[in-house]
């Protein structure tokens, strides 16, 4: 999600790249180590088949995300000008729950927008959004919820640190 994320932002503008590319490949590198980790601790399992695939240029996902998009700018931008700050960040943590993407690319699109606050702001929403992805994962996967609730709340919390840097 990370690289994934650091690709967009430089896509999209690529002088906020500089701002935010050693926090997100710090946690990037972080992930690969938890994942080589936990690959080793469990052992290889028979995979079950890939399901057919999809058209990647379907019409609709594009639409969706285009109208995610717009809706989150103008979301983004209320949040800030009525709550200031503060607004803003309890949005970014509120937002884990949906797709990030058209959130992180409504602030970077924002050249009013303080690059601190917009850097804070991109790293809850993916700390927000890894929680729920581990509570996702946790309520799919029984037998393993407890090493799961583990994993994804300490990788959330990792997220902590990287907001001081």
């Known amino acids: 999600m990370y690289l994934r994320i ?7 503008r690529p002088e906020f ?3 935010v590319w050693g926090k997100l490949v710090l946690l990037a590198a972080v992930g690969l180590v938890f994942s080589i980790n936990m690959d080793r601790k469990n052992p290889a399992t028979e995979k079950p088949p890939i399901n057919a695939m999809r058209n990647p240029f379907e019409i609709r996902p594009a639409l969706i995300f285009a109208t995610l998009f717009v809706v989150m700018s103008i979301v983004t931008i209320i949040a800030e000008r009525f709550y200031g700050t503060a607004g803003l960040l309890t949005l970014a943590g509120m937002i884990g729950v949906t797709d990030i993407d058209p959130f992180i690319l409504s602030l970077v699109n924002q050249s009013t927008l303080i690059q601190s606050v917009a850097v804070s702001a991109i790293v809850i929403s993916m700390m927000s959004n ?3 992805k581990g509570l996702y994962f946790g309520f799919q996967a029984k037998d393993v ?3 799961t609730a583990w994993r994804f709340g300490l990788w ?3 997220h902590l640190p990287i907001l001081l840097i």
């Open 145 to 147: 919820r407890k090493s």
């Open 156 to 158: 959330a919390l990792l």
């Open 130 to 132: 890894t929680i729920v």
């Open 6 to 12: 650091l690709a967009l932002i430089w896509f999209i």
């Open 17 to 19: 790249v500089e701002a």
